[in-house]
């Protein structure tokens, strides 16, 4: 019987042990009895390039590496910068940014969700810099220290514009949700990005047509599972 995962947003980092810990206990049970996993983005709090020396990548990529099951990877706003090299040691297989499963009679797009939050123009507009080839190329050029400390400066500005911004111009916008699922001939859509966990009907697309919201790994891990029986969201202690 086959059983797909999903988890997005566990924002991992060495100043937050206890997730980490969280999710090297669902690696050794949850996902040992699942059929593939899709982690889709925001797995790391901050990516500056896949020679970073943190200890913390290479036990991440170990534990990744030891399912006796496929895993996948979708980029997220945050871990975009996850290259070749770290989704070899870890044997993830990388995704693009949108992608359609097809199973169960049913097709399914997986996404981080940073797209589909059209609203946010200033968020789009940092995206744009932060994904153009050669600015990319430039910046993994630099010396690590400078690296990391220009990403310290930007997370700092962005949590403070962040505090600013309306809640509503945070979340998905709906016209780009249904959008997403017309273009792909799809009535199912998974994603991450909002931390608003939750299964919405998209009436629009179709009557069964649904959109699930992945919860960020903060208090308690968040996972959706897909088999014949369609769509769950659940939520478990560390
Ligand atoms: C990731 C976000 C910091 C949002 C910088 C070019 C540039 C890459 C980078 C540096 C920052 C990722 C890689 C990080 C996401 C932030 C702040 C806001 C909203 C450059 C290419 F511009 F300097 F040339 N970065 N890091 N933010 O710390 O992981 O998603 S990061
Ligand atoms: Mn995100």
């Avoid at 947003?9 to 699942?34: M, R, S, V, W, Y």
């Avoid at 290479?58 to 979708?74: C, G, R, S, T």
């Avoid at 992608?99 to 609203?119: A, P, S």
């Avoid at 514009?161 to 792909?184: G, P």
Wanted: charged residues 15%; aromatic residues 8%; negative net charge.
């Amino acid at each position: 019987m086959s059983r797909i995962l999903f988890i997005a947003d566990l924002h991992l980092c060495q100043e937050e042990p206890a997730i980490t810990a969280g999710f090297l206990h669902f690696l050794a049970n949850q996902a040992l009895t699942c059929s593939e996993l899709y982690i889709l983005g925001d797995l790391f709090e901050a990516w500056i390039g896949d020679d970073d020396p943190a200890p913390l990548h290479q036990q991440i990529a170990q534990a990744i590496a030891a399912l006796p099951i496929p895993v996948y990877f979708i980029h997220g706003n945050r871990d975009f910068l996850v290259g070749k090299r770290f989704a070899q040691q870890a044997g993830m297989q990388p995704l693009p940014e949108e992608v359609v499963l097809e199973r169960f009679g049913q097709r399914l797009v997986i996404m981080h969700g940073d797209t589909l939050c059209t609203d946010d123009v200033n968020y789009l507009a940092f995206r744009k810099k932060v994904h153009t080839p050669w600015i990319q190329w430039l910046f993994l050029r630099l010396p690590l220290a400078l690296r990391l400390s220009i990403a310290r400066k930007m997370r700092q500005s962005s949590q403070q514009a962040n505090q600013h911004k309306a809640m509503a111009v945070m979340d998905v916008n709906h016209q780009a949700v249904i959008e997403v699922l017309v273009r792909h001939q799809a009535t199912l859509l998974v994603h991450g990005h909002t931390h608003r966990p939750a299964i919405h009907p998209v009436t629009e697309v179709s009557p069964s047509a649904q959109r699930a919201v992945l919860g960020a790994w903060h208090h308690e891990g968040w996972m959706i599972e897909w088999t014949e029986q369609g769509l769950t969201l659940s939520h478990f202690p560390w």
